[in-house]
Every structure is written in structure tokens, then in C-alpha cells.
């Protein structure tokens, strides 16, 4: 299975974009997805989650409220709707995928796939 993220971009502070994730493979269905995003000087953080099936989803709590994780199975697609997005947003977004039995996990090193990333950039 391979990642590709895109939809980055430069917006003002206020506004929004939506991240996608395609991949490639006949396991997407089965992988839990996630959003990962690391900014300049800083490690790669969580950012939200969901489950193969889509029915769970996972948020940090700097996006909680404004951002939407979802995906499109049949696509083989996961998306990141991100609203009211603010400066510290500012970050190269990832995508990752991981198979197994576990909850919804965080940490970046339970994720085994990953795409390269898309840049987000906020304006103020």
C-alpha cells in the first residue's frame, strides 16, 4: 500500500481546507487511518484518527471542534476537513495507516505506513 496526501495550501487565519489521502493496495479497508502533522523545530503530533470502518475517530485537543477526520472505503480515500484553522496550524500534514486489533492509537510509531506530506500553511 502507498499514501499520497495533497490539498496544502496557504490560507488566512479563519478559513479552511480539506485534506485527502489516497492509497493504493487492496488492504485499505482494513487499515486504520490517521492525520500526523509536524511543524518547523517540532516533532510530528497526533492529530486525529479513524478506525477501518469508519464508525470511531480520534482527536487532538488543539483540533477538537474544528477539524473532521473521515473516509471513502470504496475510494480508498481518508479526508481532513479543517476549519477555523489559526497560525499554529502551520505544519507538513501526514497521512498513516496501521493494521491490528487495537484501539485508535496516537503515537507515531504504531503506525507502520506512511505518505509524504502536504504543507498547510495559516496566515494571521
Known amino acids: 500500500v502507498q499514501l499520497q496526501a495533497s490539498g496544502g495550501g496557504l490560507v488566512q487565519a479563519g478559513g479552511s481546507l480539506r485534506l485527502s489521502c489516497t492509497a493504493s493496495?487492496?488492504?485499505?479497508?482494513?487499515?486504520?487511518m490517521a492525520w500526523f502533522r509536524q511543524a518547523p523545530g517540532r516533532e510530528r503530533e497526533f492529530v486525529a484518527a479513524?478506525?477501518?470502518?469508519?464508525?470511531?475517530?480520534s482527536y487532538a485537543d488543539s483540533v477538537k471542534g474544528r477539524f473532521t477526520i473521515s473516509r471513502d472505503n470504496a475510494k480508498n480515500a481518508v479526508y481532513l476537513q479543517m476549519n477555523s484553522l489559526k497560525p499554529e496550524d502551520t505544519a507538513v500534514y501526514f497521512c498513516?495507516?496501521?493494521?491490528?486489533?487495537?484501539?485508535?492509537?496516537?503515537?507515531?510509531?504504531?503506525?507502520?505506513?506512511w505518505g509524504r506530506g502536504t504543507l498547510v500553511t495559516v496566515s494571521s
Open positions: 493496495g487492496r488492504t485499505f479497508s482494513s487499515a486504520d
Open positions: 479513524i478506525s477501518s470502518s469508519g464508525i470511531s475517530t
Open positions: 498513516a495507516a496501521r493494521t491490528g486489533l487495537l484501539a485508535l492509537q496516537k503515537r507515531v510509531d504504531m503506525y507502520d505506513l
